[in-house]
């Protein structure tokens, strides 16, 4: 994919604070039937890209839509089939509406169905949604972590490997400082980027620095249990939004 040397984080910053979303200040997440999705982005025009956010604006407002980070990757990591298809994302957001509902009423409105010829001269995207199943929005300096977002595909059909990795690694995670911000049980892909996952997950190391985790004994083992859990991987690592810090 064709992109340009421009600080698109900034100018995301710009474009969906127009838009009007907006972080909200929470220690517990909602559950019951809010709808999530994880976004990655590639700019190929960013004044197309500025446009379209301004254009998007008021259209947004009607149906409620937040966000809830912003990330800037520094590091992209795939594996399986995505291993020399992808590159890295330019943005990646994860945003969510009051329901499946209201994004499908926002999907079909024809102010947005009208800007659809804009967005796509102006952008590449892929997005995974679906409803939030665990974890928890914790006060503090999101700047400062490092996040790592998950999109796995399991090696088997009952996902069984990927169960036993999570439960093995649980303690190896909690002593290396990894949080667990949000885990979601995707329903949808759009974009024709990749396909649907089986799970994604938003986690982040709170010191922003992954090398004692590196340097742990259990590294390797664990990184093996990973690796035979999944047959395909996207993985993302990057630093949230300076505006997003609840």
Not at 82 to 111: C, M, R, T
Not at 131 to 158: H, P, Q, T, V
Not at 190 to 209: A, E, Q, T
Request: charged letters at 25%.
């Amino acid at each position: 994919m064709k992109t340009f040397k421009l600080n698109y984080f900034f100018l995301a910053l710009i474009i969906f604070t127009c838009l009007g979303f907006r972080p909200k200040e929470a220690t517990t997440i909602d559950v019951e039937d809010k709808y999530y999705q994880v976004v990655l982005i590639w700019v190929k025009d960013p004044l197309k890209f500025r446009e379209y956010g301004e254009k998007m604006r008021p259209i947004v407002q009607k149906y409620g839509g937040s966000t809830e980070r912003m990330i800037n990757p520094v590091t992209s990591i795939y594996s399986g089939s995505y291993g020399s298809s992808l590159s890295q994302p330019n943005i990646l957001n994860i945003v969510y509406y009051h329901n499946k509902e209201a994004y499908e009423n926002f999907n079909k409105d024809p102010e947005y169905q009208s800007l659809i010829p804009l967005r796509d001269e102006a952008i590449d995207i892929v997005g995974v949604g679906g409803k939030s199943i665990e974890g928890k929005l914790i006060k503090g300096e999101a700047s400062k972590r490092l996040y790592m977002i998950e999109f796995s595909y399991f090696s088997d059909s009952d996902g069984s490997k990927y169960k036993l990795y999570k439960k093995n690694s649980l303690e190896f995670y909690n002593r290396n400082g990894v949080e667990l911000e949000r885990s979601i049980a995707p329903s949808e892909v759009f974009g024709n980027i990749i396909d649907l996952p089986n799970i994604v997950n938003i986690s982040y190391i709170k010191s922003g620095d992954s090398s004692q985790l590196q340097k742990d004994s259990e590294h390797h083992s664990i990184q093996g249990a990973f690796r035979q859990a999944v047959s395909n991987t996207v993985w993302i690592e990057g630093k949230a939004a300076l505006f997003n810090m609840k």
